[in-house]
T-cell receptor, first 115, second 115 residues
Framework: KAGVTQTPRYLIKTRGQQVTLSCSPISGHRSVSWYQQTPGQGLQFLFEYFSETQRNKGNFPGRFSGRQFSNSRSEMNVSTLELGDSALYLC??????????????FGPGTRLTVL | GDSVTQMEGPVTLSEEAFLTINCTYTATGYPSLFWYVQYPGEGLQLLLKATKADDKGSNKGFEATYRKETTSFHLEKGSVQVSDSAVYFCALSVIGGGSNYKLTFGKGTLLTVNP
């Protein structure tokens, strides 16, 4: 079974631009979560989607947004990029079972550099 | 809110040495606890987990016991190998209340094992 895939793997943008990152979950996984990893702040939760609905959101400004499609693929968008948005963005997918934690499987990440 | 504190790195050991990485947590509910590992250039992999007090998670020679009384989940391995060199993250997730799929991570501990 193929793992979580993220595209692109590397991205260089300039301040003020916007960017869209893509995540394809493991087949059958309907929950997709996004995390930002930086040396200073570590790993921080951005948001989680299930059945095309955002169920949970971390403490990030409105410039960070996401969506999920009917095939469970997800995209996240960052508008008006700032230098501090440079980070590794990780996507994770999981099955969904009520009241039970299902393991999140992580993709390799997209490395975003903002110049 | 929920938080995870793990010992600062980096940790440098010789092959076959004993490893301990300390992890303590605070949580608003009853958390599940995890250790993730990140190898260079890769995403996160679940190393082990424990979902209730006194559970011991184990995998690849690594172990951690869920200690509710001390709110701890320390990672141990009796004899490390060079291939164990990676960054290790302690994490928690609280089931329910809309936060099922939000992982809260510690800052990570870089482990380097020398031959």
């Amino acid at each position: 079974k193929a793992g979580v895939t993220q595209t692109p793997r590397y991205l260089i943008k300039t301040r003020g631009q916007q960017v869209t990152l893509s995540c394809s979950p493991i087949s059958g996984h309907r929950s997709v979560s996004w995390y930002q990893q930086t040396p200073g702040q570590g790993l921080q939760f951005l948001f989680e989607y299930f059945s095309e609905t955002q169920r949970n959101k971390g403490n990030f400004p409105g410039r960070f947004s996401g969506r999920q499609f009917s095939n469970s693929r997800s995209e996240m968008n960052v508008s008006t990029l700032e230098l501090g948005d440079s980070a590794l963005y990780l996507c994770a997918s999981s099955l969904v079972s009520a009241g039970v934690y299902n393991e999140q499987f992580f993709g390799p990440g997209t490395r975003l550099t903002v110049l | 809110g929920d938080s995870v504190t793990q010992m600062e790195g980096p940790v440098t050991l010789s092959e076959e040495a004993f490893l301990t990485i300390n992890c303590t947590y605070t949580a608003t509910g009853y958390p599940s606890l995890f250790w993730y590992v990140q190898y260079p250039g890769e995403g996160l992999q679940l190393l082990l987990k424990a979902t209730k007090a006194d559970d011991k998670g184990s995998n690849k020679g690594f172990e951690a016991t869920y200690r509710k009384e001390t709110t701890s989940f320390h990672l141990e391995k009796g004899s490390v190998q060079v291939s164990d060199s990676a960054v290790y993250f302690c994490a928690l997730s609280v089931i329910g209340g809309g936060s099922n799929y939000k992982l809260t991570f510690g800052k990570g501990t870089l482990l380097t094992v020398n031959p």
